[in-house]
């Protein structure tokens, strides 16, 4: 039997008619890049977040750049960043101009450890980017606490939690501004690239709309040096029907999240934690073992793809070794870094697949 690590084509025949319909409607109207079907869906996932404004992007990495340029973030600033992340979170920031500062990860929830924001901070710290690792909402309230305190500023990264809630609200919506990515493997993906930025701040949307577009609101009238950051129209459309389907598919992942908790709790693998502020939407289902790479082999031989998110904290990455960082400055990065396993996680995801991987465990664990 073989179980994916996701399964896109189950899911878009699952949508077929929906999104070839939608699709049909960008090419009948060549309405490519922005126009109707992104305005609309822009629209929709404002007030899907609450959020009053929604600014479609070209990608996950430009909607974090642009986010910190919108709100001023720029060259001698730096900005905190957890070192367990995705490369872009960090990226976007150095490709603002500004510097990344990085904080250790929190051992239970793998997302940015609040206890050590307050010793990263610097005369020159201008904001906080926490991220919803693996679906999960980073716990916000200490964040606003200690920026409303140091006068800096927070923007979410939202890259892999569409739809999760903290404290009951949906993330995205409740900083400054909140990062999406719709890489195809989200929760809610495009077919292609795109990405998307959330505010309540008229001025940070106007900006947003400025720097996606080569700093233009009209044609051929340019009021600052921008970039071609733009979401197509047929990303629009596409991410239009889906988003329709996306706290259905949430459930979903719950209920499968759920599932792998029975068969697996109890056993010798650290499971994920649902915290008590969060409703996590497991865009990944991350486990934790010493043996990660044998289980990885294991699970492999018996047809089931995993994956490894991420294998080198980002203050180890080469790109990053001007930074003058090594071994043992964020232990807990590193340490979840060799033990986490992403196991298959989609909400096409059936009992059988689910009974597979679970057994497979059940057999190597003993
Ligand atoms: C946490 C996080 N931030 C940022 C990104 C960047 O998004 P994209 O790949 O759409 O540029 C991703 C996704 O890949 C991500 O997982």
Same mark, same amino acid.
């Given at each position: 039997?073989?179980?994916?690590?996701?399964? %896109? =084509?189950?899911?878009?025949?699952?949508?077929?008619?929906?999104?070839?319909?939608?699709?049909?409607?960008?090419?009948?109207?060549?309405?490519?890049? !922005?126009?109707? &079907?992104?305005?609309?869906?822009?629209?929709?996932?404002?007030?899907?977040?609450?959020?009053?404004?929604?600014?479609?992007?070209?990608?996950?990495?430009?909607?974090?750049? %642009?986010?910190?340029?919108?709100?001023?973030?720029?060259?001698?600033?730096?900005?905190?960043?957890?070192?367990?992340?995705?490369?872009?979170?960090?990226?976007?920031?150095?490709?603002?101009?500004?510097?990344?500062?990085?904080?250790?990860?929190?051992?239970?929830?793998?997302? %940015?450890?609040v206890s050590k924001i307050e010793a990263a901070i610097?005369?020159?710290?201008?904001?906080?980017?926490?991220?919803?690792?693996?679906? /999960?909402?980073?716990?916000?309230?200490?964040?606003?606490?200690i920026?409303?305190r140091r006068?800096?500023?927070?923007?979410?990264?939202?890259? /892999?939690?569409?739809?999760?809630?903290?404290? +009951?609200?949906?993330? +995205?919506? *409740?900083?400054?501004?909140?990062?999406?990515?719709?890489?195809? $493997?989200?929760?809610?993906?495009?077919? +292609?690239?795109?990405?998307?930025?959330?505010?309540?701040?008229?001025?940070?949307?106007?900006?947003?709309? *400025? %720097? @996606?577009?080569?700093?233009?609101?009209?044609?051929?009238?340019?009021?600052?040096?921008?970039?071609?950051?733009? !979401?197509?129209?047929? /990303?629009?459309?596409?991410?239009?029907?889906?988003?329709?389907?996306?706290?259905?598919?949430?459930?979903?992942? @719950?209920?499968?999240?759920?599932?792998? $908790? &029975?068969?697996?709790?109890?056993? @010798?693998?650290?499971?994920?934690?649902? !915290? #008590?502020?969060?409703?996590?939407?497991?865009?990944?289902?991350?486990? =934790?073992?010493?043996?990660?790479?044998?289980? =990885?082999? @294991?699970?492999? &031989?018996?047809?089931?793809?995993?994956?490894?998110?991420?294998?080198?904290?980002?203050?180890?990455? #080469?790109?990053?070794?001007?930074?003058?960082?090594?071994?043992?400055?964020?232990?807990?990065?590193?340490?979840?870094?060799?033990?986490?396993?992403?196991?298959?996680?989609?909400?096409?995801?059936?009992?059988? =697949?689910?009974?597979?991987?679970?057994?497979?465990?059940?057999?190597?664990?003993?």
């Amino acid at each position: 039997m073989n179980v994916p690590f996701v399964d %896109l =084509q189950a899911q878009y025949r699952s949508i077929k008619a929906e999104v070839d319909a939608a699709v049909a409607r960008v090419l009948e109207s060549a309405s490519f890049i !922005l126009g109707r &079907e992104v305005e609309a869906f822009e629209a929709a996932f404002a007030e899907y977040v609450g959020a009053r404004f929604c600014v479609g992007v070209s990608n996950g990495t430009a909607a974090i750049q %642009l986010a910190l340029m919108a709100c001023g973030v720029g060259a001698g600033d730096e900005v905190i960043v957890p070192a367990n992340t995705f490369f872009a979170s960090a990226e976007a920031v150095s490709t603002a101009n500004a510097a990344p500062v990085f904080v250790d990860a929190d051992p239970v929830s793998s997302n %940015l450890d609040v206890s050590k924001i307050e010793a990263a901070i610097t005369e020159r710290t201008r904001a906080i980017l926490p991220v919803h690792l693996y679906g /999960q909402a980073a716990d916000l309230d200490p964040v606003f606490e200690i920026a409303g305190r140091r006068n800096l500023i927070v923007i979410e990264d939202a890259a /892999q939690a569409h739809g999760a809630r903290y404290k +009951g609200r949906r993330v +995205g919506a *409740l900083a400054r501004a909140g990062c999406f990515s719709f890489y195809p $493997g989200k929760n809610l993906g495009a077919y +292609g690239e795109g990405g998307a930025v959330v505010t309540d701040d008229p001025e940070v949307a106007r900006r947003l709309r *400025l %720097l @996606r577009d080569h700093g233009s609101e009209r044609k051929y009238r340019h009021e600052i040096i921008g970039y071609n950051f733009r !979401l197509e129209g047929i /990303q629009g459309a596409v991410l239009g029907v889906k988003l329709r389907r996306l706290d259905e598919w949430n459930a979903l992942r @719950r209920a499968a999240a759920a599932r792998y $908790g &029975e068969l697996l709790g109890g056993g @010798r693998l650290v499971l994920p934690r649902e !915290l #008590p502020y969060a409703e996590h939407v497991y865009h990944l289902y991350v486990v =934790q073992t010493a043996e990660r790479d044998a289980l =990885q082999k @294991r699970l492999g &031989e018996a047809g089931v793809q995993t994956g490894i998110h991420y294998p080198v904290p980002i203050h180890l990455q #080469p790109a990053y070794a001007s930074l003058g960082h090594g071994p043992g400055d964020f232990p807990e990065a590193e340490r979840q870094a060799a033990r986490v396993l992403s196991l298959p996680m989609f909400p096409e995801l059936t009992e059988k =697949q689910i009974m597979h991987v679970a057994e497979t465990i059940r057999e190597f664990t003993g």
